[in-house]
């Protein structure tokens, strides 16, 4: 049922009921009782209670930190201002005293929860004061560590030439090899593939740990040897995996080469691997449903494997698909899909669609179709946005594989979509944010160790006005993958 626009405009209601101070010896507590009220924005209760006491807590740490900051319980000269909030946030006790769900008259149900929390100030300003004397000592060790350092810094000197130059050498060596893997890549979408080949092996040759150099040689086996084209580039798609054991496409490829050769567990394990590295992989995902197709009947025509190297050309891939479909039309559901992803690289979206269509009259359960033809309205064209038709695709797919995260993540991504476009048209987005976070919720509690996940929750969390939840989310991510941090923060700045 949809949520008023009347409510929307009023969708988190919290208030502060009371504040008391109560005297303990020389110290003081502080209670702040809050409610807080939100709509049902999924469909499991769980959530709409855990993000409502969330809300309330929330509310309750913001009051204190003012009520503090204006007060003179607390002696500031131990503690930054912009702290309070934070050191409260760690300190403050909180207990959920009521919880009622409420049927308003326009049908929908509201989530109502009232939290108790107390504050210490005595606990406040001790946690301060160590902090205080902590620093104290730190300074003092930094007094020693300078010395010792300026004894250090003449070491370092004479040696910095030396490193100096074998930097540089280094520098000189990746970018040589990055040089020639961007002149493999152009021989080879030009179709000179003995150029390509010997650019790759010339990468080889200078940085023989470079996993994207074995992947490329991998898939230049195809058009360079094909009678061994399988065993050469099994080979080299372990030794990229070797140097990157996370190389997303080395692992869709190796377990394509499982598939082909029936090595059908072997295969199932890539794929899983590699979705598990990028849960939207729609490739990866569309080849391990057909090989679970497979694994369940064994015998049956209608999901017979069908490779194509990478370069194959889709009006190729268009011909040979619309053979296997006149001959079979009945057996051809993996072949649509496939015809489909030929047309939709062409930009026929019409075409593509379906095909799609098509695909799913004959296989109702066939998700990736379900994935594909909604990513026909959500790339490019945001006013398709609007067709409620593409949201029940993604909810379909919730329902055929609920534990998938890359459903959930899919449909979050199409309401982050959705909330551009009404912010576009100057209408409410809230509810379309509300339901992008309910997801990711979701999808981070299938697969917590994936930090993209992270970095999207905390978008959507900052959009709703929790910056500092947003931030917790964001340096999840940075602490899982270091190497990604400049990149995780521009994208979160950017939204």
């Not at 377990?255 to 979705?275: H, Q, V």
Request: with cysteine; net charge negative; hydrophobic share 40%.
């Amino acid at each position: 049922m949809r949520i008023p626009q009347n409510f929307i405009n009023a969708m988190l209601i919290p208030s502060l009921l009371f504040t008391t101070m109560v005297s303990v010896a020389e110290a003081k507590l502080y209670t702040f009782d809050i409610v807080a009220e939100r709509p049902a924005v999924s469909a499991d209760p769980s959530l709409d209670w855990e993000l409502a006491q969330r809300d309330a807590e929330q509310q309750a740490i913001e009051q204190a930190g003012v009520y503090l900051v204006a007060s003179s319980e607390v002696n500031k000269d131990i503690l930054q201002e912009d702290s309070f909030e934070m050191l409260i946030g760690t300190l403050a006790e909180s207990v959920v005293q009521e919880k009622q769900v409420i049927d308003t008259e326009e049908g929908y149900k509201k989530y109502r929860v009232k939290v108790h929390t107390i504050v210490d100030t005595a606990t406040i300003e001790a946690v301060g004061q160590k902090s205080k004397k902590d620093l104290q000592e730190m300074q003092s060790k930094y007094a020693r560590l300078s010395k010792d350092f300026r004894s250090l810094q003449r070491q370092y000197d004479n040696l910095l030439d030396q490193q100096a130059q074998q930097q540089k050498a280094e520098l000189e060596r990746k970018f040589k090899a990055n040089i020639l893997l961007n002149n493999a890549n152009k021989a080879y979408y030009s179709g000179n593939m003995q150029d390509a080949m010997k650019c790759v092996e010339s990468v080889i040759a200078i940085d023989p740990h470079n996993a994207d150099a074995y992947y490329f040689r991998g898939n230049l086996w195809f058009w360079i040897n094909r009678q061994d084209y399988q065993k050469l580039a099994l080979a080299d798609y372990n030794k990229a995996l070797e140097y990157n054991p996370n190389h997303e496409d080395a692992l869709g490829h190796r377990a394509s080469i499982y598939y082909s050769t029936r090595k059908f567990e072997a295969a199932k394990s890539g794929f899983d691997k590699a979705l598990q590295i990028n849960p939207l992989n729609e490739s990866n995902y569309a080849e391990r449903e057909a090989l679970l197709k497979v694994m369940a009947a064994p015998e049956s025509p209608i999901w017979t494997y069908a490779f194509y190297p990478m370069n194959t050309p889709a009006e190729t891939i268009i011909t040979e698909e619309t053979q296997f479909i006149n001959k079979a039309p009945q057996d051809s559901a993996y072949r649509y899909y496939r015809r489909g992803q030929a047309y939709a690289q062409l930009d026929k979206r019409d075409e593509a669609k379906a095909d799609y269509t098509a695909a799913l009259k004959l296989d109702s359960e066939y998700v990736a179709s379900y994935l594909a033809r909604t990513q026909l309205a959500t790339v490019g064209y945001w006013l398709l946005l609007y067709d409620e038709n593409n949201l029940s695709d993604l909810d379909k797919v919730v329902e055929l594989v609920p534990g998938y995260a890359g459903a959930y993540t899919a449909r979050g991504d199409y309401n982050v979509f959705a909330v551009q476009v009404l912010d576009a048209f100057g209408e409410n987005s809230a509810s379309r944010l509300q339901s992008a976070e309910a997801d990711y919720h979701k999808a981070i509690e299938l697969t917590p160790d994936n930090p993209e996940l992270y970095v999207k929750y905390a978008i959507v969390l900052n959009k709703q006005g929790y910056s500092n939840l947003a931030l917790i989310e964001l340096n999840k991510a940075i602490a899982m993958n270091p190497e990604a941090a400049e990149r995780y923060r521009d994208t979160f700045n950017k939204q």
